[in-house]
C-alpha cells in the first residue's frame, strides 16, 4: 500500500491521479496475463478505511473484504464461485462485495476505484 497522507476534514483530493506503487499479485491469485495492483489508503471514516485501489489488464482470483466501491475508469467482470451474478464495472459502476466471496476478476482496460472497506477487513 502507498503511503499517503491522511486527508484531512474539509479537503479533497482528485482520486484519478493519487500516484500508487504497483506490486505483482501473488503467483497462486494469477489466472492468466500479468496483473499488477496498487492502493493508496486516503484516511478512515467511522471505522472505515478509504482509499484508493487499481488493477491493470489480465485475470485474477481473490478472497474480498466487506466493501463498497465507485469505479472512476477501466472495465472489468467480477465473477463469484459460488454462482451469483457477476459485475460488470465500468466507470460510474458503484458496487458491494461480501466480506470471504471468492472472486475472478477479469480486467479488459486498467480498472481505478474508490474503495471502503471495513478497517479490520483491509
Given at each position: 500500500?502507498?503511503?499517503f497522507?491522511?486527508?484531512?476534514?474539509?479537503?479533497?483530493?482528485?482520486?484519478s491521479?493519487?500516484?500508487?506503487?504497483?506490486?505483482?499479485l501473488p503467483?497462486?491469485?494469477?489466472?492468466?496475463?500479468?496483473?499488477?495492483?496498487?492502493?493508496?489508503?486516503?484516511g478512515?471514516?467511522?471505522g472505515?478505511?478509504?482509499?484508493?485501489?487499481?488493477?491493470t489488464?489480465?485475470?485474477?482470483?481473490?478472497?474480498e473484504a466487506d466493501?463498497?466501491?465507485?469505479?472512476?475508469s477501466?472495465?472489468?467482470?467480477?465473477?463469484f464461485?459460488?454462482?451469483?451474478?457477476?459485475?460488470?464495472?465500468q466507470?460510474?459502476s458503484?458496487?458491494?462485495?461480501?466480506?470471504g466471496?471468492?472472486?475472478?476478476?477479469?480486467?479488459?482496460?486498467?480498472?481505478?476505484?474508490?474503495?471502503?472497506?471495513?478497517?479490520?477487513?483491509?
Amino acid at each position: 500500500m502507498q503511503d499517503f497522507p491522511p486527508l484531512p476534514p474539509d479537503s479533497a483530493v482528485d482520486a484519478s491521479r493519487v500516484e500508487l506503487a504497483m506490486h505483482e499479485l501473488p503467483a497462486a491469485q494469477i489466472v492468466s496475463g500479468q496483473p499488477r495492483t496498487g492502493a493508496a489508503e486516503l484516511g478512515t471514516l467511522g471505522g472505515c478505511a478509504v482509499g484508493v485501489w487499481e488493477i491493470t489488464p489480465g485475470v485474477s482470483t481473490d478472497v474480498e473484504a466487506d466493501e463498497l466501491f465507485v469505479v472512476l475508469s477501466g472495465r472489468a467482470v467480477v465473477e463469484f464461485d459460488d454462482g451469483s451474478t457477476p459485475l460488470q464495472l465500468q466507470p460510474g459502476s458503484v458496487a458491494r462485495l461480501r466480506g470471504g466471496s471468492h472472486t475472478r476478476w477479469t480486467v479488459s482496460e486498467t480498472l481505478r476505484k474508490v474503495y471502503i472497506v471495513e478497517s479490520n477487513g483491509s
